[in-house]
């Protein structure tokens, strides 16, 4: 979930551009749990805008272990110097965005990608989107606020803008409830333990 989760990394929670991602899990992060991988949409030679707009969808916003396993067809959806844009992520090229991808450490996994409709208008094609997942791997916020798995099932709805030049995509925009997906993630799990210490004492410390 690279391109919708602050919480994912250390980073500061901010509108805008983030160039480089923040430092790795902290130590005290229980092994990922198994899961079953998702399968996004395959395209093939004869692909049209619209087929490789709907597997971007599934690529970029699905687990990375869904990412992995496709990463040559993403490469050839995009271009060489293509831009991505979300609240939490700005890269400006090919090579850029798949390093950003495949080095998400994510806060949500288990993610199931269904979308909701699509329109077109000349190179451009909008893609609305909903994603369901479970908050099961720690996050951090602003780089020492500790937000601790709770293991709740989160859900967030947006669309994706994708610019073509002929069949690549130039330019992708993410736009996203991302005060809803935080106000889920950071809600505490049900039976929780009013002040319960978090892992890291020093984080929790200076958490507000």
């Known amino acids: 979930m690279t391109l919708l989760a602050p919480f994912d990394r250390s980073l500061a929670l901010r509108l805008g551009p983030v160039p480089r991602r923040g430092a790795s899990r902290p130590p005290c992060v229980p092994p990922p749990v198994p899961s079953a991988e998702p399968s996004p949409v395959r395209v093939g030679p004869g692909r049209t805008q619209r087929e490789v707009a709907r597997f971007l969808v599934y690529a970029l916003l699905a687990d990375v272990r869904a990412i992995r396993g496709v990463v040559s067809e993403l490469e050839a959806s995009v271009d060489e110097r293509v831009v991505v844009w979300s609240p939490c992520l700005y890269t400006t090229s090919r090579t850029e965005l ?111």
């Open 98 to 208: 798949v390093a950003a991808l495949l080095d998400s450490d994510d806060a949500v996994s288990d993610i199931d990608v269904s979308i909701v409709g699509e329109a077109s208008a000349r190179s451009t094609v909008h893609v609305e989107w909903r994603i369901v997942g479970r908050f099961d791997h720690v996050g951090l916020l602003n780089d020492d606020v500790l937000v601790e798995p709770s293991g709740a099932r989160v859900e967030c709805g947006g669309v994706l803008v994708m610019d073509f030049d002929d069949r690549r995509a130039t330019r992708i925009r993410c736009f996203h409830d991302e005060l809803g997906l935080l106000e889920q993630v950071l809600s505490p799990p049900a039976g929780a333990r009013p002040g319960a210490p978090s892992c890291d004492e020093g984080l929790a410390g200076r958490t507000p």
